[in-house]
């Protein structure tokens, strides 16, 4: 069983060995974020068979990573296993498998 972490400057965002991966991004249960770091945005995009996208900001002490994580709340039938789960931006979040 593969786990999965999520970080920020070194500082953990996410664990779980229950992500779900889609198109090479790995969707995190909610459950697993820790609190405090990811607040809702403003952002909204649109996916054509995934379908709105609401994101979030990360957060580490002061400094804010805007848009850097989202989530479909509503997904299509087609992406049903990912409702209530979260993804993260390549870049400033670094995803990594741990086992």
């Known amino acids: 069983m593969s786990i999965h972490r999520a970080t920020l400057d070194g500082h953990l965002i996410a664990e779980s060995d229950r ?3 889609v198109e090479g991004n790995h969707y995190f249960p909610l459950e697993d974020v820790v609190a405090g770091t990811i607040g809702r945005s403003w952002m909204r995009s649109l996916c054509f068979w995934k379908g709105v996208a609401g994101y979030y900001d990360v957060t580490i002490g002061d400094r804010v990573v805007p848009h850097a994580a989202w989530t479909y ?6 992406a049903r296993r ?3 789960h979260v993804a993260f931006w390549p ?3 670094q995803v990594v498998e741990v086992t």
């Open 19 to 21: 992500t779900v991966s």
């Open 73 to 78: 709340r509503h997904p299509s039938p087609l």
């Open 82 to 84: 990912i409702k209530g």
């Open 91 to 93: 870049g400033d979040v």
